[in-house]
């Protein structure tokens, strides 16, 4: 059983453009988490969705930033117009259909903005 | 609102020595309390969740301990190895109900150096 997997592991954009991370939960979870690095800090929650529904997004920035989990295929964070504040460390996590279970986590995709 | 703090931010010690790590966190209303260790560069490896029923879990040398009236957990590492030095970190889920159900709020982490 694959783990939570994520691409690109590092992506380089410049400022202005946008920057598209995957993430593919563990087979048969149905919950996914995405949390952000920035240097020097801890990890932050920015959203957990379900399969086509956002369930909180209470941490995710107002501007720029989207999420989405659709009913085929992985859980797309969208980025537009990146800045350097940006750069950071992306993780992604997933938990089975029942809530409480532990959140397993992807790699993360390192993002750098020039 | 949520806190989670660790002490000591870093730690160095010599092979063999056992350890503690602590947690501490604001609100007592936790559902669970989960600890992970991140290696450089790399992503997030799950060592133990308590329930908050729970007082403790064990996993070969690690041994996790809840106080959820006291806001407190720590980690207990024994006979350590340098093999175990990474960073580990606290996180709890706050049993608020409703949609913050599913997030983890993080503490800082602790760096250990385990040394030959």
């Known amino acids: 059983n694959a783990g939570v997997m994520q691409n690109p592991r590092h992506l380089v954009r410049r400022r202005g453009q946008e920057a598209r991370l995957r993430c593919s939960p563990m087979k048969g979870h149905s919950h996914v988490y995405w949390y952000r690095q920035l240097p020097e800090e801890g990890l932050k929650f920015m959203v957990y969705?379900?399969?086509?529904?956002?369930?909180?997004e209470s941490g995710m920035p107002k501007e720029r930033f989207s999420a989405e989990f659709p009913k085929e295929g992985p859980s797309i964070l969208r980025i537009q117009q990146v800045v350097r504040g940006d750069s950071a460390a992306y993780f992604c996590?997933?938990?089975?259909?029942?809530?409480?279970?532990?959140?397993?986590f992807g790699p993360g995709t390192r993002l750098l903005v020039l | 609102k949520q806190e989670v703090t660790q002490i000591p931010a870093a730690l160095s010690v010599p092979e063999g020595e056992n350890l503690v790590l602590n947690c501490s966190f604001t609100?007592?209303?936790?559902?669970?309390l989960q600890w992970f260790r991140q290696d450089p560069g790399k992503g997030l490896t799950s060592l133990l969740l308590?329930?908050?029923?729970?007082r403790e879990q064990t996993s070969g040398r690690l041994n996790a301990s809840l106080d959820k009236s006291s806001g407190r957990s720590t980690l207990y590492i024994a006979a350590s190895q340098p093999g175990d030095s990474a960073t580990y970190l606290c996180?709890?889920?706050?049993?608020?109900?409703?949609?913050?159900?599913?997030?983890?709020?993080f503490g800082q982490g602790t760096i250990l150096t385990v040394h030959p």
């Open positions: 308590i329930q908050s029923s729970q």
């Open positions: 996180a709890v889920r706050t049993n608020a109900g409703g949609t913050s159900y599913g997030k983890l709020t």
């Open positions: 969705l379900q399969k086509e529904n956002i369930i909180d």
């Open positions: 609100d007592s209303a936790i559902y669970n």
């Open positions: 996590a997933s938990s089975p259909y029942r809530t409480g279970e532990t959140q397993y």
